[in-house]
């Protein structure tokens, strides 16, 4: 694994507790993590489960012991470290969003289905796909359920940004992100959205704003300084917030928020979906529900219902805890590393593949050169007599 911060524990959590849930077809092994700093990495190691620290991510993908390569790094390393790590011969783990343009998306798309005929598998982490209530409501929609899609409505929300003195990190500087809550929280939305409605986004319409511009630099970080008042000031060169509407192929429409300005809100993800027969409602604040409203049924007992999604039948269930007893975030990792493995095992294409994460950045790019247009139309003021 490269990378060991907040995403790298997530994924170590999920690499340690996969293969005593499930049984795999192979046994995971934590072999090496990688990381600049010395100690800090080797720290890391002792503290998330890997049996050795690297400090080059090139010695790491060199390593006989290393067969899988899990990439937990910001965005700006994702298609380098990728495209390495495959042409060593090594499956790739790349965490969302792939890459930070669609140029570097194709490079790596490419790569990997050159390495797909040579039987190894490439994986974009979309992880919130492999929360049980999502793949049911994927489910559901696949067999006719709620009948003809009308809308899909997703929204994430988080507030770490309200606070103005928040630094300058990497997540906020395009070289090192991409883009802002489009890329980190838009790209889950979209890939749910079209998980979850089975069909790709077609077109957008997009509005974004960055509404602190400049923020305090960390000591030690390489960015443009502006000389302000008090500590050093650094451009915010990203989105805080993107609101866009969507359309499918099939006529459905789609609206989505990312923002990371929504006062108590934390990690709020909401999917919508309305079909002709009936509607699916998902939060993920209560990720073991999913509610349906069948408009098949009479009137006047018709509502939404909670489905508890914590039966055996329901998916990754089975292996988990008796009926009622709950699975959280972390989980969702587990999840993720055992349908990874079973692709590397059975040799069958992994989802969401590199194209599939190629197709999300081609998403993101439309929604910034949409809302790069700005073509906000405004209407005639209203005068007071
Ligand atoms: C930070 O905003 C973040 O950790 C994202 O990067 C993750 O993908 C999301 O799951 C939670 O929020």
Redesign the pocket.
Known sequence: MVGYA??GAAHSQGWRTVGRVFDLPLEPRLAAVCGRDGSAVRAAADRLGWAAAETDWRVLIERDDVDLVDICTPGDSHAEIAIAALEAGKHVLC??PLANSVEEAEAMTEVAQQAQQRGLVAMTGF??RRVPAIALARRMVADGRIGTLRHVRVSYL?D?LVDPAFPLTW?LQKPYAGSG?LG??G??AVDLAQYVAGEPVAGVSALTETFVRERPVLEGASVGLSAAGGGALGQVTVDDAALFTGRFASGALASFEAT?FATGRK?A?KVELNGERGSLYFELERLNELYFHDQTEPGVSAGFRRILVTEPEHPYLEAWWPPGHGLG?EHTFAHQARDLVHAIAEGTAPAPSFADGLQVQRVLAAVEESAAKNSVYTPVPVTSA
């Open positions: 907040f995403m965490e969302k992880n919130y988080q770490w997540r809550a980190d929280l790209a889950h990371r990690n993800l975030y």
